[in-house]
């Protein structure tokens, strides 16, 4: 039987400038889904359906209307400080946007580095720091520069990197693909995999490219308009659509 | 129109307005209250006999009462507008500063009067040619509008233009009070008097005008909606006219807001130096006398006055302005 | 870093800055104390007169040499601005950063506290508070950075809205940053920028209150000498003699430009779009 790392029970956001109308409009309505260990989830929608508020959710960057949100069993909501950090040192994310993830003014090593557990050394950070780096296929010399001087692949790949400074058993994928023509997908996608047979991560995979998903598909969920259902495989979200 | 809304928003600004006068009058108290000397606010002035001045004593109470009391105390005399009586004179000083507003109010009227006259070419023609020589050779101008004192400018002109050239006069708004025999040579008189010190203060506004106006009218002028002005092949005058101007409106009521303050206390060393009769100077008579209820007075009154203005500048610009409209009501419903 | 400091560089307004600020060190912080001679030294068989080689710049109503007062002036009306704009700067960037980091409506309640310092008289509150007791020159400081706060706030709290809502700094919450390590890293880098030019142009207006202050005798007090104090003398000069209008003019001229040019350099060259590229 597998832990159960992520239950996410009933939770509901409503959009902040109305709470107090009437006729509330629902970020997140009613959403539940579980993720056990060593599994993954894709979820499908596009731009409008709801899935930023629900990252934020999970991330506990923005609070929910209603319903709960249970880490290995406890509820988020109840954590303290430490345990918040712990949290969410083990759910990490990998925006969308990668332009935008990174501090433009600090080299990419100062983006990276204050991300490690504040147990190790020095040597230890740099060391792991430049592994990671190398497991990406990048050169060591990235982490003097700065931002602007990367390119778009390598900055996802950095914003990759990032996710997995801190050791994270789950990591969320903001449509890691969308901008990549085939090949590269192909390539990412490889080392999605890798990553998860050397790290044992948790994907929760959020995309609209349908035929990816099969690899990261213990579950499926399709989200449209706030609300989530559960698919039987991913050939099941062609006929939703069409509905 | 949601009016029910709109008129909500405004009475919690109108609220709000009020709760920051209260806290402002609270700063001010503090402030009194490190002036040495003020412990013992006697209300009471000099000139008067020993006794009237014990009569006072008695009337307006001793303040050796706790500071709340204090407090309490002076803001319902400040509600009232009484500030005691001036050490100087023996006036009550709602009388003398109230009496002072009105050269400072038309001084200061002047000035901006001149900023804009000077600024607003400027920025027009800034605008229209930017990177241009012109622009250059503007920009420097201003330079020098910002970078020199209004006092400096003011001790120029009187220098110039009053001493040596004798051209205009070197202080005050009358040349002899009371010799005047119509309200019309009353007016012309004041405004020759106070020709240079506004112009002085102008010149020092030009180069904040200039400034603001001439990136609003960049924005303008980068507008389609001039493009298509010009496209249609009206000529300049009516594009100024019909198009610019009215979108200046509400950049010009925001600008006017934020110089409120200058307004009155702005002019303090042009008064001092033209020796206007404005409020300015009468502070600063004050405090070489040492007559704390008149700055005290003063600086009171100035501040609900600046206050109360710029709640009607508010207003002003959420009539003439829906977008602000909609901000107010989002910031009220937000509370 | 290196692109930036060369951006800066190449900026026309910050070039003049410097030039000027080179002179500004020279007259104001260098000759003072190198020239010999007391600028309070009377010698009322010379007042008044024109400029020589012994008074470069004349002497005034006390036959006081009008160079070595302006120099010394300079220096301390300079003195009194840095600091004065440092603290400033440093209240405003404290309030600002507050304000955009807490939830709506401590926002509003000191947004509407910025609101009521910006409509405060500010002359007649230095009036209030220096025209009485002893004179300090730290309490001159005090006053005037309290009133001239409002609008560093203002600009950071616009900037720390701007970053909260990067995703950047949401990494770096999800990363379990300490609030102090995410205010260092993150948010003052970040924010170096409007601190720097908001500094610098915060320095030319205050050189302008404080002698505005000093000029109507509030301020600086003898044997203390600042530009405004100077000034002050030019009211009691015969018509002809234009020489301490000039030349103080010319000194105040080149401290407030110097310091806006600096400023409006900075200004240009690090505001966002830079970054976004």
Sequence with gaps: MNNLLLNVANISLVNRNQILKSNQSFALKDISFSLAENNSISLIGDSASGKTSLIMALLKLKPISSGKIFYKGKDINLFSKTELVQYRRNIQPVFQNYEESLNPLLTIQNNLYYGFSNRLTKKEKLLKLNNLVNLMGLNNNILSKLPFQLSGGEKQRITIIRALVTEPEMIILDEPFSSLDVINQEKLLAVFQQIKSEFKVSYIFITHKIPLIKYFSDSIFSINKGKMQKLENYRAYENLKND | MNYKKFIYSV???????????????????????????????????????????????????????????????????????????????????????????????????????????????????????PGSKRDKFITLLMVLSYSLPAYWIGLFF????????????????????????????????????????????????????????????IDILDSEYILAAKARGLSAKTIILSHIIPNLILPVLSLFSTITP??????????????????????????????????????TISFIAIMLINTFYDILLVIFNPKIKTEWINETNNK | MKQIIN??????????????????????????????????????????????????????????????????????????????????????????????????????????????????????????????????????????????????????????????????????????????????????????????????????????????????????????????????????????????????????????STFHFLGDGLKATTNKEKFQK
């Design chain 2, 11 to 129: 009475l919690f600004k109108l609220f709000t307005i009020f709760l920051l006068i209260l806290l402002g009058l609270i700063l001010l108290f503090i402030l009194i209250k490190t002036i040495p000397g003020s412990s013992d606010i006697k209300y009471i002035s000099t000139a008067f006999s020993l006794e009237r001045q014990q009569e006072l004593q008695n009337i307006y109470g001793s303040d050796n009462s706790p500071i709340l009391v204090q407090l309490f105390k002076w803001m319902k005399n400040t509600v009232n507008f009484d500030f005691g009586h001036s050490t100087q004179s023996g006036l009550p000083v709602k009388q003398i500063i109230l009496s002072s507003f009105l050269p400072t109010i038309l001084l200061s009227f002047l000035a901006v009067t001149w900023g804009l006259l000077i600024g607003f070419p400027f920025a027009l023609v800034s605008a229209t040619n």
């Design chain 2, 158 to 217: 009187l220098q110039f233009f009053s001493y040596k050239l004798n051209i205009f006069p070197s202080s005050q708004l009358f040349d002899i009070p009371g010799i005047y025999p119509s309200l019309f040579s009353k007016f012309t008189s004041v405004l020759y008097h106070l020709f240079l010190p506004s112009l002085a203060l102008g010149l020092s506004f030009a180069a904040y005008f200039y400034k603001y106006l001439k990136t609003k009218l």
């Design chain 2, 262 to 299: 200058l307004f009155f206390s702005g002019a303090v060393t042009i008064e001092y130096i033209f020796s206007i009769p404005g409020i300015g100077r009468t502070m600063i008579n004050a405090a070489v006398a040492r007559d704390i209820p008149l700055i005290i007075g003063g600086a």
């Design chain 3, 7 to 256: 951006e800066i560089w190449q900026n026309r307004n910050f070039k003049l800055g410097l030039i000027l600020l080179l002179l500004v060190i020279i007259f104001s912080a260098i000759l003072p104390n190198i020239l010999p001679g007391d600028p309070n030294f009377q010698n009322m068989e010379k007042c008044y007169t024109k400029p020589t080689s012994q008074h470069i710049c004349g002497t005034d109503n006390l036959g006081r040499d009008i160079f070595l007062r302006l120099i010394h002036g300079s220096g301390l009306s300079l003195k009194i601005s840095l600091t004065t704009s440092l603290f400033s700067v440093l209240i405003g960037l404290t309030i600002g950063f507050i304000s955009g980091s807490s939830p709506k409506s401590i926002d509003y309640i000191l947004m509407r506290m910025t609101d009521l310092f910006f409509g405060f008289p500010k002359y007649f509150l230095f009036i209030l508070v220096l025209g009485f007791g002893e004179f300090s020159l730290l309490k001159l400081i005090i006053v005037l950075s309290i009133f001239s706060w409002m609008e560093t706030a203002k600009m950071v709290r616009s900037e720390t809205h701007y970053i909260n809502s990067s995703l950047f700094v949401k990494s770096a919450i999800c990363q379990g940053l300490s609030k102090s390590n995410l205010f260092f890293i993150h948010y003052l880098p970040n924010l170096a920028g409007i601190l720097i030019s908001s500094y610098t142009l915060q320095v030319s207006t205050i050189i302008l209150v404080e002698s505005g202050i000093s000029f109507i005798g509030l301020g600086v007090q003898s044997p203390n000498i600042s530009l405004g104090t100077i000034l002050n003398q030019a009211r009691y000069f015969p018509y002809d003699n234009y020489t301490l209008i000039i030349f103080s003019g010319l000194f105040i001229l080149l401290n407030v």
